[in-house]
């Protein structure tokens, strides 16, 4: 029975799917309930980061529990009120495209948690992606990437 056990332990690893340098979200993140945003055990989207900044600053900035906006099952924190209500305003202006998670892995038929210090605003839209690497892939192709993974969006989401 133990060998039979090992047998099947040992062919549903081998049918796992193989991809270097992303991980599949799991654990820290996960769709919010009904939606298809990336957040965190705690409901949290972004990783706590402010979503508006990227927009007003130019950079990434981390969101305060003070400055909080629910948004589709979602907790968006933000750096100040401002923000907080400019994105009560227009959510659909602010909130990452494919859920906040990494833009290139769903390109790739996927989703993968992302880092929100990897990220860029183009045409008005913020994408994040896994981490530095996968930035880097994904801004040498984005327009192409970008396509892709709205074709996947949001059929990716398990």
């Not at 529990?65 to 907790?75: D, K, N, P």
Request: proline share 4%; aromatic share 10%.
């Amino acid at each position: 029975m133990r060998t039979l056990f090992l047998a099947l332990a040992l062919l549903s690893t081998a049918c796992m799917p193989q991809v270097a340098d992303v991980a599949h979200a799991g654990g820290a993140s996960q769709p919010t309930a009904g939606g298809t945003l990336n957040v965190d055990g705690r409901g949290v989207a972004v990783h706590g980061y402010d979503v508006v900044a990227y927009f007003e600053g130019g950079q990434p900035a981390k969101g305060s529990a003070e400055h909080v906006v629910q948004h589709e099952g979602a907790t968006f924190r933000f750096a100040t009120a401002e923000h907080a209500t400019a994105f009560r305003k227009d959510p659909a202006r602010y909130v990452p495209q494919f859920g906040g998670y990494c833009a290139w892995a769903v390109s790739q038929g996927y989703t993968a948690d992302a880092d929100p210090e990897v990220w860029a605003v183009v045409d008005g839209k913020l994408y994040l992606n896994y981490n530095r690497k996968i930035g880097e892939r994904w801004s040498a192709d984005k327009e192409a990437l970008i396509a892709k993974a709205q074709a996947n969006w949001p059929a990716v989401i398990r």
